[in-house]
């Protein structure tokens, strides 16, 4: 609330200030001033979507090194940007969304109730129609802090190939983007990104 007060301020006493100095120069140059501040004010605050830490760590848990998570509430199309997992440096592909989640609605939105949301990748070679296939899981704590994990889908299968011929042996990290919440004439769906370690 200050720094409006202050902005309001500035906004009125420059135009009256350059009015009475220059004349009406003054004032076309005093009105000018105050629209680029008023702009740069408001573009300052804007807030960028907060990145997300890990979830707290339970004891020894080998399935806590499939996933890179979040820990905010649904409020709308659900925008997480993640931090890049450590480790993992090279980013193979950006926004890919999940393959045969159309299928999985009710997981999604009990993943989009939860907390904790995260997402897990893992290579599926012994897959019948394709053997560079990787499975998307979905892991969250629902509200009775009852933990679920369950396969929401696949990388779609153009991606898992490319990264199957550059970088068949290197682990993968998914890194949540965007969930949106499934609608009654449309389907919910994700978004992540995905890392690879060296």
């Known amino acids: ?6 902005l309001l301020t500035i906004v009125f006493t420059i135009p009256i200030v350059l009015t009475f100095i220059m004349g009406i120069p003054g004032l076309i140059i005093g009105v000018l001033i105050a629209i680029v501040g008023i702009t740069a004010f408001f573009m300052s605050d804007k807030k960028k979507p907060k990145e997300v830490t890990t979830t707290p760590k339970r004891e020894s ?11 905010k509430a649904y409020s709308g199309p659900l925008t997480i940007n993640a931090r890049p997992p450590k480790r993992f440096t090279i980013k193979l592909v950006e926004s890919v969304p999940v393959a045969g989640i159309s299928h999985k609605q009710d997981a999604l939105q009990e993943m989009i109730d939860g907390s904790g949301r995260q997402i897990g990748l893992v290579r599926q070679p012994d897959h019948p129609k394709d053997s560079s296939a990787i499975k998307v899981l979905g ?25 199957a011929d550059k970088y068949p042996d290197n682990e993968l990290k998914g890194c949540l983007k ?13 978004r992540f990104d995905i890392y690879a370690a060296p």
């Open 61 to 71: 848990d080998d399935s806590d090194a499939l996933f890179t998570s979040s820990k």
């Open 178 to 190: 965007v969930i949106y919440q499934p609608q009654p004439e449309q389907n919910g769906g994700i």
């Open 139 to 163: 892991r969250w704590i629902d509200g009775g802090g009852q933990e679920h994990v369950e396969q929401l889908g696949y990388v779609p299968a153009k991606v898992s190939r490319a990264i």
């Open 1 to 6: 609330m200050q720094r409006v007060g202050c």
